[in-house]
T-cell receptor
């Protein structure tokens, strides 16, 4: 079974501080995604990547940066954390069209910005 | 605008009853996936169903592209079925782009 691992599982950050969320997959998937989940909004795509050393903006990229240093690793960076970024963040991976097109999720990171 | 709409938003069942969850979409799609999420938990893939009907135990997924809808049927519900069910529409050419509904919160009472 495909595996996506996120760290940390939860984090408390201060407003204006820098936060880095990490994601590691052992699926040999080309595509990786960062989503945030908020009550009333469902899951929304922040950034995604389909190849190492390249990232793309999703639907809500403002205030976030992403980094894909290798096929296995994908990070989400909040340079100046704000209260509005309190949410649960999910990383996911997929093989892309033509392969196993299912989306596999990590366990999520609960981020609280105070 | 909202591309994927799920209904109902919430549902309460007596154990043993059946449930029909709906997902309607306003655009074309490559595929539809259904996920289950326990409160505070991750998303677990239930079905990858681009079209037609698929079965898995007490669950059945049906996607009708021409009618722009997908449904998830749960038969003989159990308390362990409680949680949130989300559908995700996949679009894109050359890359995958997923759009999620807001989910249906299901509570099964004994």
């Amino acid at each position: 079974e495909a595996a996506v691992t996120q760290s940390p599982r939860s984090k408390v950050a201060v407003t204006g501080g820098k936060v880095t969320l990490s994601c590691h997959q052992t699926n040999n998937h080309d595509y990786m995604y960062w989503y945030r989940q908020d009550t009333g909004h469902g899951l929304r795509l922040i950034h995604y990547s389909y190849v190492a050393d390249s990232t793309e903006k999703g639907d809500i990229p403002d205030g976030y940066k992403a980094s894909r240093p290798s096929q296995e690793n994908f990070s989400l960076i909040l340079e100046l954390a704000s209260l509005s970024q309190t949410a649960v963040y999910f990383c996911a991976s997929s093989a892309g069209q033509g392969g196993d097109e299912r989306l596999f999720f990590g366990h999520g990171t609960k981020l609280s910005v105070l | 605008g909202q591309q994927v709409q799920q209904s109902p938003a919430s549902l309460v069942l007596q154990e043993g009853e059946n449930a029909e969850l709906q997902c309607n979409f306003s655009t074309s799609l490559n595929s539809m996936q259904w996920f289950y999420q326990r409160p505070g938990g991750s998303l677990v893939s239930l079905f990858y169903n681009p079209s037609g009907t698929k079965h898995s135990g007490r669950l059945t997924s049906t996607t009708v592209i021409k009618e722009r809808r997908s449904s998830l049927h749960i038969s003989s519900s159990q308390t362990t079925d409680s949680g949130t069910y989300l559908c995700a529409l996949e679009q894109g050419t050359g890359y995958q782009n997923f759009y999620f509904g807001k989910g249906t919160s299901l509570t099964v009472i004994p």
